[in-house]
Each structure stands twice: as structure tokens, then as C-alpha cells.
Nanobody, 126 residues
Framework: QVQPVESGGGSVQAGGSLRLSCAVTGNTYGYNYFGWFRQTPGRAREGVAVIEKSGDTSYYADSAQGRFTISRDHTKRTVDLQMNRLNAEDTGRYYC???????????????????WGRGTQVTVSS
């Protein structure tokens, strides 16, 4: 069974950087997209970035565009999220998720993703 496991969260000052990693174990045949979402208390889970399985295509939420980079490491079987120029609004619990299909050009939808990790906390202090 496919299981995403996140790591790399922590606390950082505003303007700093963090790199999250998601190790995806199991047979990923049929799963074509890997995404990162985040959630803060009282708010819906928000899509941050998604990458196609080959690593060739990626999409970003407006809030992440230009600051975050999602990538695939095929050797390590990880999906990484490099986050730069962090601000307090980036604080939240970050989740890695796996989907079979997405609709390109639309805002990332939680419902597209069927398998989820337990998340890793990111705290940005100003």
C-alpha cells in the first residue's frame, strides 16, 4: 500500500527557508501526481503545489509561486518542497498526498488526492 511520510518541518524566522520531504513507500503504479497541502486551525486544507510523477510538470498555488519549489527525487523516492522567503502566513501543518488524476488549470482540490501522510508542522515567526 502506498504511504506518504513527511519530514523536515520546524520553526524558522520570517524570511528564512525550510525543505520538506515526503517519502512515498509502496507500489505507486496508477498514482500519477504528488502534492503538498497545508492547514491551519479553523481553515480548510489549502493546496500548495503538485508535481506529476515523472517530475516534468508542476503546478503551484498563487501563494507559493516564486517562493516554493516542488521536486521529485527518483532515487530516494521522495517528493520535496523547498520553501524560501517564508512568512507568518506560511505557518501550518503540511501534508503530502497522492492522486491518480488531477484537472490541470484548476485550483488544487483536496478531493483529488486519496492517500495522505500525517503531516509535519511548519512555524514561521515574525
Amino acid at each position: 500500500q502506498v504511504q506518504p511520510v513527511e519530514s523536515g518541518g520546524g520553526s524558522v524566522q520570517a524570511g528564512g527557508s525550510l525543505r520538506l520531504s515526503c517519502a512515498v513507500t509502496g507500489n505507486t503504479y496508477g498514482y500519477n501526481y504528488f502534492g503538498w497541502f497545508r492547514q491551519t486551525p479553523g481553515r480548510a486544507r489549502e493546496g500548495v503545489a503538485v508535481i506529476e510523477k515523472s517530475g516534468d510538470t508542476s503546478y503551484y498555488a498563487d501563494s507559493a509561486q516564486g517562493r516554493f519549489t516542488i521536486s521529485r527525487d527518483h532515487t530516494k523516492r521522495t517528493v520535496d518542497l523547498q520553501m524560501n522567503r517564508l512568512n507568518a502566513e506560511d505557518t501550518g501543518r503540511y501534508y503530502c498526498a497522492v492522486a491518480r488524476y488531477i484537472t490541470q488549470g484548476r485550483e488544487l482540490q483536496e478531493s483529488w488526492f486519496s492517500l495522505w501522510g500525517r503531516g509535519t508542522q511548519v512555524t514561521v515567526s515574525s
